[in-house]
C-alpha cells in the first residue's frame, strides 16, 4: 500500500491562523497543474510500484481548482478503474474544499471524477469566530454543503473544528461539537487554535490585542471533545481525529503507519521508508524546475535514530500507540517511558503496545519529546 499526496497551494484569501505554503495568485493555476502532472511522470517510479491506494488532494484550497484543471490533473494521475463514480471501495480520493465552494454541480463533478471523500474546514458555528479567523464562509454555508454533498452522493465527509479561540467559554465550545454532530458527518478533526509565527494571528497576540485561552479551560475542552464525540459513537483514532467505525482517515493514517507516499506540488513531502524529501515552497521556481525535467527537493536520508524518532512523534499519536515487538531500541523506549507508565500517562497492553492513556493525550508532545533519541 502507497499513497500520494497533491498539493494545491490556490486560496481566495489567507486566514490570519494558517501556517501551510499558500497563494492568492491563481494565475499560475493552469502552470501549476501542468507541473503537477509532470512530476508525476517524472516520478512515476518512486514508489516501487506499490499499489496506489489513496490520494489526498490538499492545500491550500483545492476546492479553488477550476474544473477543467482538476478534472485534467486526476485523469492524469488515478489509476484507470477509478475514474468516475465516486472511486471504489478499496480507494481513498480526498479533496479538501472551503464550503462556500461547494455547490451542486461542484459536488456533482468531483463524485464523477472518482472522489468519494471530502474534507472540510468549518472550524466553528459561529459565524462571530469565523469572521474573526477571516473564514470565507458562513454557518449557514457550512450546513449546506454538507447537504449538498450527501445529495451527490458523497458518502465519506470529514470536517475540522478549532477551539481556544480567545475569549472562547466551554458553552460556546459545547454548543460547536453538538452542530458538529448535528451534521452526522462521518469523520471529525478537532484542533486547538495555534499562534504560528509569522501569522497574523501570532502578531495580534505580540501587539496584545488578544489573549491566549486559559490553559485549564483548554483542558476541559479537550476532554469534553473526547468525551462527547465518544458518546455520540465516534472512534478517538489520534490525538486530533474522531471516525465513525470504518471512515478513520486512510490517507492520514499513513503519516502515522509508515507508509510509503509520493507528494506532488510545491512544498509537498514524500517519504520511502529510506529517505524524506520536500519540495521548494515556492510556485514559480517549482514550475521552472519541474518544467526543466528537475526536481526541486532536498532529501534526507532517515537513519536508526531518526527512525527511532519519527515512530515516536507519529505511531504513539494514535489510538493502537507503538508495538514494542517491532521498535528499533524498545528497551530504551521503554526504559524512558517507564517514568510515564508509573504517572499513568503511558500505558502497555498485554500485546506489548505501548500508548498514550487518557491523562497523557493532552501533554503529549511534553512526553514525546522527553521519549525522543537525542
Known amino acids: 500500500m502507497a499513497g500520494i499526496y497533491i498539493h494545491i497551494p490556490f486560496c481566495a484569501s489567507r486566514c490570519i491562523y494558517c501556517g501551510f505554503f499558500s497563494t492568492t495568485l491563481h ?3 493552469k502552470e501549476y497543474v501542468d507541473a503537477l502532472i509532470r512530476e508525476y511522470s517524472l516520478r512515476h517510479d518512486y514508489l516501487s510500484n506499490q499499489p496506489i491506494e489513496t490520494i489526498y488532494l490538499g492545500g491550500g484550497t483545492p476546492s479553488q481548482l477550476s474544473p477543467e484543471n482538476l478534472q485534467r490533473l486526476l485523469k492524469c494521475i488515478l489509476p484507470l478503474p477509478l475514474r468516475g463514480l465516486g472511486g471504489l471501495a478499496d480507494f481513498e480520493l480526498t479533496i479538501e474544499c472551503n464550503p462556500d465552494d461547494v455547490t451542486l454541480e461542484f459536488a456533482t463533478l468531483l463524485y464523477n471524477i472518482g472522489v468519494n471523500r471530502v474534507s472540510m474546514g468549518v472550524q466553528t458555528f459561529s459565524d462571530e469566530r469565523l469572521r474573526f479567523l477571516r473564514r470565507r464562509h458562513t454557518v449557514h454555508q457550512a450546513r449546506t454543503a454538507v447537504s449538498i454533498l450527501r445529495q451527490a452522493g458523497i458518502q465519506n465527509i470529514s470536517i475540522d473544528l478549532m477551539f481556544g ?7 460556546d465550545w459545547q454548543h460547536d461539537i453538538e452542530e458538529a454532530i448535528s451534521l452526522d ?29 486559559d490553559e485549564e479551560l483548554s483542558r476541559r475542552m479537550y476532554y469534553h471533545l473526547i468525551d462527547r ?5 465516534y472512534e478517538h ?25 509520493l507528494g506532488l506540488g510545491a512544498g509537498a513531502h514524500s517519504y520511502d521508508g529510506k529517505s524524506r524529501q520536500w519540495n521548494v515552497c515556492d510556485v514559480k521556481e517549482y514550475i521552472e524546475k519541474i518544467s526543466a525535467g528537475v526536481i526541486p527537493a532536498e532529501i534526507e536520508l532517515i537513519d536508526k535514530q531518526t527512525h527511532y524518532n519519527d515512530l515516536i512523534t507519529t505511531a504513539l499519536r494514535t489510538s493502537d500507540g507503538i508495538s514494542l515487538n ?11 517511558a517507564q517514568q510515564f507508565i508509573d504517572r499513568q500517562l503511558l500505558a502497555l497492553t498485554p500485546d506489548n503496545r505501548l500508548h498514550l492513556t487518557r491523562e497523557g493525550l493532552y501533554v503529549s508532545d511534553d512526553i514525546m519529546a522527553e521519549l525522543m533519541w537525542v
Open 27 to 29: 494565475k499560475w493555476q
Open 237 to 261: 483514532y489520534e490525538i486530533s481525529n474522531f471516525a465513525r467505525p470504518g471512515f478513520r482517515s486512510r490517507h492520514n493514517s499513513s503519516y502515522w503507519n509508515e507508509t510509503h507516499y
Open 229 to 233: 464525540l465518544t458518546l455520540a459513537g
Open 165 to 171: 479561540f480567545p475569549d472562547e467559554t466551554m458553552e
Open 326 to 336: 517491532n521498535c528499533p531500541n524498545a528497551d530504551f523506549l521503554l526504559r524512558n
Open 185 to 213: 458527518v462521518e469523520h471529525i478533526s478537532a484542533y486547538s487554535l495555534m499562534y504560528e509565527e509569522g501569522t497574523p494571528l501570532y502578531a495580534m497576540l505580540e501587539r496584545g490585542e488578544i489573549n491566549e485561552i
